[in-house]
């Protein structure tokens, strides 16, 4: 008996095969065909978005804030899974009278709520603004309204979204979890449980050039401020999945590493600050990324904000994207990340980096 009885023609034409070898080749090749069809649907599901992390920078909304700008604060509505900010201060019942002890009310809470925000990071040079005990309180305070807070030391916070497990580490140059301690960074991060690793880092100088990336150490006044892209390759390379930085005040480049995404300053964001007077427009924005469900990196849009004397107003026409497009180019010659227009950031066709770096 021919094979072409068992199989169409058209796959080995003209080929004579004994009838229980044929069956065999037909068994594998139905069995191959499930198998490979089986794969790419799995490949696919990998690469489907899991996770969407909206973050943005530095936070401090005062009793003043709170009172004289609401009706701009409530058009802000910040939308994620995982919505973060870097909390710069601490909870207070009363105000220092000192105005660079970032201390805010305590009914600032719901605002906070309100923004969309459930992660905030405590590990930054504020935190001890009134001492230890201050910071407790701030963290318990908003860990009992339900907020995932990235403490100054130890192996994060763990939360559940969309079933996944979602780990949130903070660092800092000025925390026990440190940015200049880079032979700490496996330990901190330890062995990945089945998990999404995302480190907050607050680092990086703060001056008129703070935009600019040194890549070597940085200093304001005598902090060591840490190198930021050897801490945050670092990071990856002990299994973080996404790196927000945060602390020079202003946006930096972006970086696509081992198929993670780095982000190296996120700016301010509502922020009031001593002199913010002195400063009636800055660029500020968020950032929406979205995973999958390995942490790797498969697309994010920029929203871009015009900080009006501290408060976020959104920016329309995009200045803030366009900065760190630029700001991406110029520090890294980024060609794994393209920017083509209304806040999105994707990846590279794989074929034309390939090209480009001949």
Same mark, same amino acid.
């Given at each position: 008996?021919?094979?072409?009885?068992?199989?169409?023609?058209?796959?080995?034409?003209?080929?004579?095969?004994?009838?229980?070898?044929?069956?065999?080749?037909?068994?594998?090749?139905?069995?191959?065909?499930?198998?490979?069809?089986?794969?790419?649907?799995?490949?696919?599901?990998?690469?489907?978005?899991?996770?969407?992390?909206?973050? =943005?920078?530095?936070?401090?909304?005062? /009793?003043? +804030? @709170?009172?004289?700008?609401?009706?701009?604060? !409530?058009? $802000?509505?910040?939308?994620?899974?995982?919505?973060?900010?870097?909390?710069?201060?601490?909870?207070?019942?009363?105000?220092?009278?000192?105005?660079?002890?970032?201390?805010?009310?305590?009914?600032?809470?719901?605002?906070?709520?309100?923004?969309?925000?459930?992660?905030?990071?405590?590990?930054?040079?504020?935190?001890?603004?009134?001492?230890?005990?201050?910071?407790?309180?701030?963290?318990?305070?908003?860990?009992?309204?339900?907020?995932? =807070?990235?403490?100054?030391?130890?192996? /994060?916070? +763990? @939360?559940?979204?969309?079933?996944?497990?979602? !780990?949130? $580490?903070?660092?800092?140059f000025s925390s026990g979890n440190n940015v200049n301690n880079l032979a700490d960074i496996p330990?901190?991060?330890?062995?990945?449980?089945?998990?999404?690793?995302?480190?907050?880092?607050?680092?990086?100088?703060?001056?008129?050039?703070?935009?600019?990336?040194?890549?070597?150490?940085?200093?304001?006044?005598?902090?060591?401020?840490?190198?930021?892209?050897?801490?945050?390759?670092?990071?990856i390379d002990a299994g973080a999945d996404l790196?927000?930085?945060?602390?020079?005040?202003?946006?930096?480049?972006?970086?696509?590493?081992?198929?993670?995404? $780095?982000?190296?300053?996120?700016?301010?964001?509502?922020?009031?600050?001593?002199?913010?007077?002195?400063?009636?427009?800055?660029?500020?924005?968020?950032?929406?990324?979205?995973?999958?469900?390995?942490?790797?990196?498969?697309?994010?849009?920029?929203?871009?904000?015009?900080?009006?004397?501290?408060?976020?107003?959104?920016?329309?026409?995009?200045?803030?994207?366009?900065?760190?497009?630029?700001?991406?180019?110029?520090?890294?010659?980024?060609?794994?990340?393209?920017?083509?227009?209304?806040?999105?950031?994707?990846?590279?066709?794989?074929?034309?980096?390939?090209?480009?770096?001949?």
């Amino acid at each position: 008996m021919t094979i072409q009885n068992l199989l169409p023609k058209e796959i080995f034409p003209g080929l004579l095969v004994h009838v229980p070898i044929a069956k065999f080749c037909l068994a594998t090749l139905v069995f191959v065909t499930f198998l490979g069809g089986s794969l790419s649907i799995l490949a696919a599901a990998q690469e489907k978005t899991a996770l969407t992390v909206t973050a =943005v920078g530095d936070v401090r909304i005062t /009793g003043g +804030v @709170a009172k004289n700008s609401l009706d701009a604060i !409530r058009k $802000i509505n910040l939308k994620g899974d995982l919505v973060f900010g870097n909390f710069e201060g601490v909870l207070a019942e009363s105000v220092p009278p000192d105005p660079w002890k970032f201390s805010v009310p305590i009914e600032s809470l719901g605002l906070l709520k309100d923004l969309g925000f459930n992660t905030v990071n405590l590990a930054n040079n504020h935190s001890l603004d009134i001492g230890e005990q201050g910071y407790q309180k701030t963290r318990l305070l908003l860990a009992q309204q339900g907020f995932w =807070v990235a403490g100054r030391e130890g192996h /994060g916070v +763990v @939360a559940q979204i969309n079933g996944l497990r979602v !780990r949130v $580490i903070g660092f800092s140059f000025s925390s026990g979890n440190n940015v200049n301690n880079l032979a700490d960074i496996p330990v901190v991060i330890g062995e990945k449980q089945k998990e999404i690793v995302i480190v907050s880092a607050h680092m990086g100088g703060e001056n008129h050039l703070g935009h600019r990336i040194p890549r070597e150490m940085e200093y304001f006044g005598d902090e060591k401020r840490g190198n930021v892209v050897e801490f945050s390759h670092r990071c990856i390379d002990a299994g973080a999945d996404l790196v927000l930085g945060h602390g020079p005040h202003v946006p930096r480049g972006i970086e696509l590493y081992k198929n993670k995404l $780095i982000v190296y300053s996120l700016g301010n964001f509502l922020f009031d600050y001593p002199g913010v007077e002195m400063n009636p427009h800055a660029p500020g924005y968020s950032i929406s990324i979205d995973l999958d469900n390995k942490g790797d990196f498969r697309s994010a849009r920029i929203e871009s904000y015009d900080l009006q004397y501290g408060i976020p107003v959104l920016d329309k026409r995009g200045h803030a994207y366009k900065m760190i497009q630029n700001l991406t180019f110029q520090t890294f010659q980024q060609h794994s990340l393209v920017f083509p227009g209304n806040g999105v950031v994707q990846k590279s066709d794989p074929r034309r980096v390939t090209e480009e770096q001949r």
